[in-house]
């Protein structure tokens, strides 16, 4: 989970430029905040993005999340959740179900500097309610049953790629940072310019 937190030095400059002219400074940091706020899920997105074959972009931002908090706490924060994104949401060969099973399984290509891999056992299919996913058999009895039951299995997780000391989330609080600020100046603008 990555927070952006505002410190007593960035309220006490708003205020400063603010409260002179009789406006609102903590209204000022707060929209400041929630702009901050969703542009580190968009650079959280692009980042991860760079490194992950999924089919979809949206898929990146599944487990995110904003939390504007409040204004008088000033608690915001952008959280990305644990759960792990299914094979199917990586681009994978074949896309579509095929009437003889591919040799070896799937081709799945998850990372985009890696060459796909195949996964043993697993298959394109397409579920009674519509759903097109890669699905492996369930085993009975030690041996893998010809038909149903079937599922899906998972991949890696978003947050496996924003770590503390990996590359991607420094990168992205700094980019957070530095938009905190651009956003900090252009709300104080805008809001200097009401009171004239």
């Known amino acids: 989970m990555a927070t952006i937190e505002v410190n007593q030095v960035q309220l006490a400059a708003a205020e400063l430029a603010v409260k002179t002219a009789g406006g609102c400074a903590q209204k000022v940091v707060y929209r400041a905040m929630k702009k901050t706020l969703d542009g580190v899920k968009t650079d959280a997105k692009n980042e991860v993005g760079k490194i992950l074959n999924t089919k979809k972009v949206g898929t990146i931002t599944k487990p995110m999340k904003v939390k504007a ?31 003889r099973k591919p040799a070896g399984g799937v081709l799945v290509t998850i990372r985009k500097d890696e060459p796909g891999k195949r996964i043993p056992g697993t298959f394109v299919a397409i579920t009674g309610g519509g759903y097109k996913g890669v699905f ?9 049953a010809a038909r149903r039951p079937v599922w899906a299995p998972f991949g890696p997780r978003v947050t496996d790629y924003l770590q503390d000391k990996g ?4 990168k992205v609080m700094k ?3 530095e938009r905190f600020q651009k956003n900090i100046k252009h709300e104080v603008e805008w809001e200097l310019s009401q009171l004239r």
């Open 167 to 170: 590359p991607i989330l420094p």
């Open 69 to 99: 908090g409040s204004m008088r706490a000033m608690n915001g924060k952008f959280i990305c959740s644990d759960k792990p994104l299914y094979l199917a949401d990586f681009k994978h060969k074949p896309t579509k179900p095929v009437k």
């Open 136 to 144: 492996w058999r369930a085993k009975q009895g030690g041996k893998i």
């Open 175 to 177: 980019l957070g940072s």
